[in-house]
């Protein structure tokens, strides 16, 4: 509604500056829901919880993890999410009750977790040092499909040798991302040695395999339509690609092409980017710094560097874009702050007086031939109702953006005995708990926990900080 | 502000208050309900039929005194006559600036202004904005509300009372038919607001005793007392799950309760052992229990929370005035609030935060509502300007003053948030489209000079009108949207919002003023100074007509509420045994009288 009111859409559509810092013990790792009115952040102590973004304040706080979150994800409809964290565990969460829906444990640390894209039971796991998995929970007893990271070798191989070369060499083929695609048919993985494969999530067996990196793919993202795939890997360079529609009948299995369309590195400084994300449409690309305080957006049109944000000197870890409105949010690797960047658009004066218009260049007032003219007062008004013969539409509503209106849309009920769960104390507990706990062999990205500063805390209870510290 | 007597629940004193104004000339009258005969009568509004009552609550305030000087109104109110940008003669009204104050906060209710507005012709604004005006059902209807209260089951004939176009249409329109089916009765001073619920099923009444009540909306049972505000109780809002209601008072606090619970709506005990108990909750007639409470109460420090905040069960502390108007967001997760401050806050909900505060007006702000989707609050002033604000960023998106300038006491968005209904002291209701900033309808025929009085959009479908034989595709459902509000005689007058014309007129539903009036379909609660609240249904024409038989089904099936429409008999005996057990459950007889009018 406010659209037919305000000029924003005249506004950039990428964020300008930081305008909203909120914090909840040490977050690591942020998601936006479909709709984009809440955000669920995940903590180092295993806490997951849900932001309000129209009022920067916790909707909700989900307990059932004990380490460090490292995945989020919304199921469509906004009701259910799934967390997983470094304790080998994925908690299926739903968030009408805040209870857990489901838990699946895994032999393993878990890289990242995602739902299926329309069926909130089913939903695919990167696990550290071992094979990914398919998880089917519709069932009481969840089923478990391990996936492929290496294409299966023709057995045409007669040499023991070369066999078991093969072998081990695959053994050592980790999946380290993976995602569904739109339609939720294949699945899209990248791997330790760079190899992007797809997955038929039916027969589970790789149907493409492609070396596009030369390091580790840390990174896979789709945009909201699934066309464009989003890589980011250890090298140092971010790539787009261009997805085929792969839920064709007629789809043929040889000539499935990805074709790279931008490669986005900075050259001069040799940045290593530690998340990256696109932008609602797909029209920018953001990343954040290893080791640098800035996040770089891109245009992927002409994949022109537009932006680099400033904001805390902190680096930033997982930033992701909201899902329909230009607005990034970034964990802070130090503080575990979530910082949020968007744009803001000025104060409108002519709003407050009816009478004012605001003008670029001066206008000549040219009198209205009546304009003084003196009428009794009872005409004007006799007039004056004579002239509603509008009609109006109470109530037909305009179905303009198709966003959120909803009529079984998940509502959030409000919760009113979140308390102050956000004091210092918890903070201070929470991190040096985690930094003890932590162990040395996780080396997930954007879980580097910094050494922890007491200082500076501006609690999330500030809400509206428009905090720009320097 | 003013202290409640904890013995009798009647404030003490002079009671000031800030809005309210009372007619003295009036004659007495006693209630006139509306009959089926008396009722589609459209007669003019009979403003000498108010009786000179003591008045609890409500009564100009003798220290207001309001001296404000708006020098230079002539006003030359042209509009552009294309889209182009261009200077304004603007008015020179400078508003904030030159006015003189003479005492901090001193008005006088008597607001004299001095207008000399000369020539000003009506604004023709040309941005034209263009109307889908395709019907369909389900987008149509208004805030979501589920209709199932009421569900008769008779077909409903062309009726006598409508304008004349409309009898050329296939279908008859629906038009509201609102009869006397309950009378709430429990208060100790005027009822200032009352509300249904977003799910239909509850009504909340906000009083000037001190106390917000709850009400079954079927069978008028009362459910709560929400004893715990220090003064007059002059606002009150549903969150939209039904289960929260938020009440601002003069005590300048704001109180979420729980409504199945009675109590503070929060949970966390933590250091409030003296605000939880003296918050009381008074079950079902428990009158000893309230006065404990409210004495509790009056011994307490009436605040324990932060300032700009809350603690534990503390209420919404913050505003430096009575807070006045209060309005959910649709989602639930944000409170507004108009307060005698002159600000508007926006609270977080969940954290009891004040999360931001709008410098809205340079008055008393009367009323606040958010639009459907919750992006925009619209607050109202009776410095006569209607501001429309973005939710989100807190920015001011819109300014609507009508050229007279007249004081604005409530406003609301229309059903699907494109209009706003702004009801303004100089008799008329305005339908304001905020886009182009024009008036689009003013309705006039109720009786507005002194008091905020309420009113809404009004929403009937054919289901409310017994509609199982029409035919169920989206297309072919009629509905028809009215405008329904109090009136300062004491009447209820209701308008088509095309036409403007009055298409019912409920006379004498309360005995005084009527303070408020709400709609959810086929229910219409009022309040007024009486002290009483009234619950009106919507009748299909002829329903009782075609079942005097007698063979009634009394209850529909899905949900078992009485349908409204029986025959007299069948409905008489109904109502004397749901007295009886509404008496019995509040335990206090007496207290409920019930009066069915066929």
């Given at each position: 509604?406010?659209?037919?009111?305000?000029?924003?859409?005249?506004?950039?559509?990428?964020?300008?500056?930081i305008?909203?810092?909120?914090?909840?013990?040490?977050?690591t790792?942020?998601r936006?829901?479909?709709?984009g009115?809440?955000?669920?952040?995940?903590?180092?102590?295993?806490?997951v919880?849900?932001?309000?973004?129209?009022?920067?304040?916790?909707?909700?706080?989900?307990?059932?993890?004990?380490?460090?979150?490292?995945?989020?994800?919304?199921?469509?409809?906004?009701?259910?999410?799934?967390?997983?964290?470094?304790?080998?565990?994925?908690?299926?969460?739903?968030?009408?009750?805040?209870?857990?829906?489901r838990?699946?444990?895994?032999?393993?640390?878990?890289?990242?977790?995602?739902?299926?894209?329309?069926n909130?039971?089913?939903?695919?796991?990167?696990?550290?040092?071992?094979?990914?998995?398919?998880?089917?929970?519709?069932?009481?007893?969840?089923?478990?499909?391990?996936?492929?990271?290496?294409?299966?070798?023709?057995?045409?191989?007669?040499?023991?040798?070369?066999?078991?070369?093969?072998?081990?060499?695959?053994?050592?083929?980790?999946?380290?991302?993976?995602?569904?695609?739109?339609?939720?048919?294949?699945?899209?993985?990248?791997?330790?040695?760079?190899?992007?494969?797809?997955?038929?999530?039916?027969?589970?067996?790789?149907?493409?395999?492609?070396?596009?990196?030369?390091?580790?793919i840390?990174?896979?993202?789709?945009?909201?339509?699934g066309?464009?795939?989003?890589?980011?890997?250890?090298?140092?360079?971010?790539?787009?690609?261009?997805?085929?529609?792969l839920?064709?009948?007629?789809?043929?299995l040889?000539?499935?092409?990805i074709?790279?369309?931008h490669?986005?590195?900075?050259?001069?400084?040799?940045?290593?980017?530690?998340?990256?994300?696109?932008?609602?449409?797909?029209?920018?690309?953001?990343?954040?710094?290893y080791?640098?305080?800035?996040?770089?957006?891109?245009?992927?049109?002409?994949?022109?560097?537009?932006?680099?944000?400033?904001?805390?000197?902190?680096?930033?870890?997982?930033?992701?874009?909201?899902?329909?409105?230009a607005?990034?949010?970034?964990?802070?690797?130090?503080?575990?702050?979530?910082?949020?960047?968007?744009?803001?658009?000025?104060?409108?004066?002519?709003?407050?007086?009816?009478?004012?218009?605001?003008?670029?260049?001066?206008?000549?007032?040219?009198?209205?031939?009546?304009e003084?003219?003196?009428?009794?007062?009872?005409?004007?008004?006799?007039?004056?109702?004579?002239?509603?013969?509008?009609?109006?539409?109470v109530?037909?509503?305009?179905?303009?953006?198709?966003?959120?209106?909803?009529?079984?849309?998940?509502?959030?009920?409000?919760?009113?005995?979140?308390?102050?769960?956000?004091?210092?104390?918890?903070?201070?507990?929470?991190?040096?708990?985690?930094?003890?706990?932590?162990?040395?062999?996780?080396?997930?990205?954007?879980?580097?926990?910094?050494?922890?500063?007491?200082?500076?805390?501006?609690?999330?209870?500030?809400?509206r900080?428009?905090?720009?510290?320097? | 502000?003013?202290?409640?007597?904890?013995?009798?629940?009647?404030?003490?004193?002079?009671?000031?208050?800030?809005?309210?104004?009372?007619?003295?000339?009036?004659?007495?009258?006693?209630?006139?309900?509306?009959?089926?005969?008396?009722?589609?009568?459209n007669?003019?509004?009979?403003?000498?039929?108010?009786?000179?009552?003591?008045?609890?609550?409500r009564?100009?305030?003798?220290?207001?005194?309001?001296?404000?000087?708006?020098?230079?109104?002539?006003?030359?109110?042209?509009?552009?006559?294309?889209?182009?940008?261009?200077?304004?003669?603007?008015?020179?009204?400078?508003?904030?600036?030159?006015?003189?104050?003479?005492?901090?906060r001193?008005?006088?209710?008597?607001?004299?202004?001095?207008?000399?507005?000369?020539?000003?012709?009506?604004?023709?604004?040309?941005?034209?904005?263009?109307?889908?005006?395709?019907?369909?059902?389900?987008?149509?209807?208004?805030?979501?509300?589920?209709?199932?209260?009421?569900?008769?089951?008779?077909?409903?004939?062309?009726?006598?009372?409508?304008?004349?176009?409309?009898?050329?249409?296939?279908?008859?329109?629906?038009?509201?038919?609102?009869?006397?089916?309950?009378?709430?009765?429990?208060?100790k001073?005027?009822?200032?607001?009352?509300?249904?619920?977003?799910?239909?099923?509850?009504?909340?009444?906000?009083?000037?005793?001190?106390?917000?009540?709850?009400?079954?909306?079927?069978?008028?049972a009362?459910?709560?007392?929400?004893?715990?505000?220090?003064?007059?109780?002059?606002?009150?809002?549903?969150?939209?799950?039904?289960?929260?209601?938020?009440?601002?008072?003069?005590?300048?606090?704001?109180?979420?309760?729980?409504?199945?619970?009675?109590?503070?709506?929060?949970?966390v005990?933590?250091?409030?052992?003296?605000?939880?108990?003296?918050?009381?909750?008074?079950?079902?007639?428990?009158?000893a229990?309230?006065?404990?409470?409210?004495r509790?109460?009056?011994?307490?420090?009436?605040?324990?929370?932060?300032?700009?905040?809350?603690?534990?069960?503390?209420?919404?502390?913050?505003?430096h005035?009575?807070?006045?108007?209060?309005?959910?967001?649709?989602?639930?997760?944000?409170?507004a609030?108009?307060?005698?401050?002159?600000?508007?806050?926006?609270?977080?909900?969940?954290?009891?935060?004040?999360?931001?505060?709008?410098?809205?007006?340079?008055?008393?702000?009367?009323?606040?509502?958010?639009?459907?989707?919750?992006t925009?609050?619209?607050?109202?002033?009776?410095?006569?300007?209607?501001?429309?604000?973005?939710?989100?960023?807190?920015?001011?998106?819109?300014?609507?003053?009508?050229?007279?300038?007249?004081?604005?006491?409530?406003?609301?968005?229309?059903?699907?948030?494109?209009?706003?209904?702004?009801?303004?002291l100089?008799?008329?209701?305005r339908?304001?489209d905020?886009?182009?900033?024009?008036?689009?309808?003013?309705?006039?025929?109720?009786?507005?000079?002194?008091?905020?009085?309420g009113?809404?959009?009004?929403?009937?479908?054919?289901?409310?009108?017994?509609?199982?034989?029409?035919?169920?595709?989206?297309?072919?459902?009629?509905?028809?949207?009215?405008?329904?509000?109090?009136?300062?005689?004491?009447?209820?007058?209701?308008?088509?919002?095309?036409?403007?014309?009055?298409?019912q007129?409920?006379?004498?539903?309360?005995?005084?003023?009527?303070?408020?009036?709400?709609?959810?379909?086929?229910?219409?609660?009022?309040?007024?100074?009486?002290?009483?609240?009234?619950?009106?249904?919507?009748?299909?024409?002829?329903?009782?007509?075609?079942?005097?038989?007698?063979d009634?089904?009394?209850?529909?099936?899905?949900?078992?509420?009485?349908?409204?429409?029986?025959?007299?008999?069948?409905?008489?005996?109904?109502?004397?045994?749901?007295?009886?057990?509404?008496?019995?459950?509040?335990?206090?007889?007496?207290?409920?009288?019930?009066?069915?009018?066929?």
């Amino acid at each position: 509604m406010n659209l037919l009111l305000s000029d924003d859409y005249l506004l950039q559509d990428y964020p300008e500056n930081i305008t909203n810092t909120i914090r909840s013990g040490h977050s690591t790792c942020v998601r936006f829901n479909r709709k984009g009115d809440f955000l669920a952040s995940g903590r180092v102590d295993g806490t997951v919880v849900i932001w309000d973004l129209e009022t920067m304040g916790v909707a909700r706080k989900l307990r059932g993890h004990s380490k460090n979150i490292t995945s989020l994800s919304w199921s469509r409809c906004g009701r259910y999410l799934l967390s997983a964290c470094q304790g080998w565990k994925a908690i299926l969460w739903d968030l009408q009750d805040g209870k857990r829906h489901r838990e699946v444990r895994f032999r393993a640390p878990v890289y990242g977790a995602e739902l299926h894209p329309w069926n909130h039971h089913q939903f695919v796991a990167a696990l550290f040092e071992d094979q990914p998995m398919l998880v089917d929970i519709t069932d009481p007893a969840d089923v478990r499909y391990v996936l492929p990271s290496v294409t299966k070798r023709p057995n045409t191989e007669t040499d023991a040798a070369v066999r078991e070369k093969h072998a081990k060499e695959d053994a050592k083929h980790m999946t380290t991302a993976i995602v569904y695609t739109a339609a939720g048919d294949h699945l899209l993985a990248g791997t330790t040695k760079g190899r992007l494969n797809i997955i038929d999530a039916k027969t589970r067996e790789i149907i493409y395999s492609e070396k596009i990196a030369s390091g580790i793919i840390t990174t896979l993202r789709l945009t909201e339509s699934g066309k464009e795939l989003l890589v980011n890997a250890q090298d140092r360079i971010i790539r787009t690609f261009i997805v085929p529609n792969l839920s064709t009948t007629d789809l043929d299995l040889d000539t499935i092409q990805i074709p790279l369309e931008h490669k986005f590195q900075d050259v001069v400084n040799r940045l290593s980017w530690n998340h990256v994300a696109f932008s609602a449409t797909g029209e920018y690309v953001a990343a954040s710094t290893y080791n640098n305080h800035e996040l770089y957006i891109w245009e992927r049109g002409h994949g022109s560097l537009v932006r680099m944000l400033e904001g805390p000197k902190e680096e930033q870890g997982v930033i992701e874009w909201h899902p329909h409105r230009a607005l990034l949010a970034a964990c802070g690797l130090e503080t575990g702050r979530i910082n949020i960047w968007s744009v803001t658009s000025p104060q409108r004066w002519s709003a407050l007086a009816p009478d004012f218009v605001e003008v670029e260049e001066n206008v000549e007032y040219v009198e209205k031939e009546d304009e003084f003219d003196i009428h009794p007062q009872e005409e004007i008004q006799k007039r004056r109702l004579d002239q509603e013969d509008e009609d109006v539409d109470v109530l037909t509503v305009e179905n303009s953006a198709g966003l959120g209106d909803d009529v079984d849309a998940f509502r959030m009920p409000i919760l009113f005995n979140l308390g102050e769960s956000d004091s210092e104390e918890e903070f201070v507990n929470v991190s040096l708990g985690t930094l003890r706990r932590k162990s040395p062999g996780d080396q997930d990205e954007g879980e580097m926990t910094g050494e922890e500063k007491g200082t500076g805390k501006k609690t999330s209870g500030a809400g509206r900080g428009r905090g720009r510290r320097k | 502000m003013s202290e409640v007597d904890p013995a009798s629940g009647v404030p003490i004193s002079e009671p000031p208050s800030k809005r309210r104004r009372v007619h003295d000339d009036s004659l007495d009258s006693t209630p006139q309900y509306g009959s089926p005969d008396s009722a589609p009568q459209n007669s003019p509004p009979n403003s000498g039929r108010l009786p000179d009552q003591s008045l609890s609550i409500r009564r100009g305030p003798p220290s207001r005194s309001r001296s404000r000087s708006r020098d230079g109104d002539a006003t030359m109110d042209n509009e552009n006559e294309d889209n182009r940008r261009r200077y304004h003669s603007s008015r020179s009204r400078s508003r904030s600036s030159s006015r003189a104050r003479s005492t901090p906060r001193s008005r006088s209710q008597s607001r004299d202004r001095h207008r000399s507005r000369s020539a000003s012709y009506s604004r023709s604004r040309s941005r034209s904005v263009t109307h889908d005006h395709s019907r369909s059902r389900s987008q149509s209807r208004s805030r979501s509300r589920s209709r199932s209260l009421s569900s008769p089951s008779h077909p409903q004939p062309p009726t006598h009372d409508k304008p004349d176009h409309h009898h050329r249409h296939d279908q008859p329109p629906l038009l509201p038919n609102y009869h006397q089916h309950l009378l709430l009765q429990g208060h100790k001073g005027a009822v200032s607001q009352v509300r249904i619920s977003p799910d239909g099923r509850w009504i909340a009444s906000a009083s000037a005793d001190g106390t917000a009540k709850i009400w079954d909306a079927s069978t008028g049972a009362h459910l709560e007392t929400l004893v715990g505000h220090m003064a007059g109780v002059s606002c009150l809002a549903w969150a939209p799950d039904s289960n929260t209601l938020a009440t601002g008072s003069d005590d300048k606090a704001i109180r979420l309760w729980d409504r199945v619970t009675g109590s503070p709506a929060h949970a966390v005990a933590h250091r409030e052992n003296t605000a939880a108990d003296m918050v009381g909750v008074v079950k079902k007639g428990g009158v000893a229990a309230a006065k404990a409470a409210a004495r509790r109460a009056r011994m307490g420090v009436p605040g324990e929370g932060v300032r700009g905040g809350r603690t534990g069960r503390g209420p919404l502390l913050g505003h430096h005035n009575y807070v006045y108007c209060l309005a959910f967001s649709p989602k639930g997760n944000i409170l507004a609030s108009g307060s005698y401050d002159e600000a508007v806050f926006l609270w977080d909900v969940r954290a009891g935060r004040l999360m931001r505060s709008l410098p809205a007006h340079s008055d008393p702000v009367s009323g606040v509502d958010f639009c459907r989707d919750g992006t925009l609050v619209v607050s109202c002033s009776t410095d006569g300007l209607i501001r429309v604000w973005d939710t989100s960023t807190g920015q001011c998106l819109r300014t609507l003053v009508h050229e007279d300038n007249p004081a604005v006491a409530n406003v609301c968005f229309s059903p699907n948030g494109r209009f706003v209904l702004a009801f303004s002291l100089d008799n008329s209701i305005r339908l304001w489209d905020y886009v182009s900033g024009s008036v689009k309808k003013t309705y006039q025929g109720h009786s507005n000079k002194g008091f905020s009085i309420g009113g809404c959009f009004g929403v009937l479908t054919d289901h409310d009108d017994g509609g199982e034989e029409q035919p169920a595709d989206d297309d072919e459902s009629r509905q028809q949207s009215f405008i329904a509000s109090a009136s300062e005689d004491g009447d209820i007058v209701m308008w088509d919002v095309k036409s403007k014309g009055i298409i019912q007129r409920i006379e004498g539903a309360h005995d005084g003023v009527c303070f408020c009036v709400d709609v959810y379909g086929g229910i219409m609660v009022s309040s007024g100074q009486d002290g009483f609240v009234k619950v009106f249904r919507h009748r299909p024409k002829s329903g009782p007509v075609k079942r005097e038989d007698g063979d009634v089904n009394g209850f529909s099936g899905a949900n078992g509420h009485r349908e409204e429409d029986e025959t007299p008999d069948a409905a008489a005996a109904a109502d004397e045994e749901l007295q009886r057990q509404v008496e019995a459950e509040a335990g206090s007889p007496g207290q409920h009288v019930k009066e069915e009018q066929l």
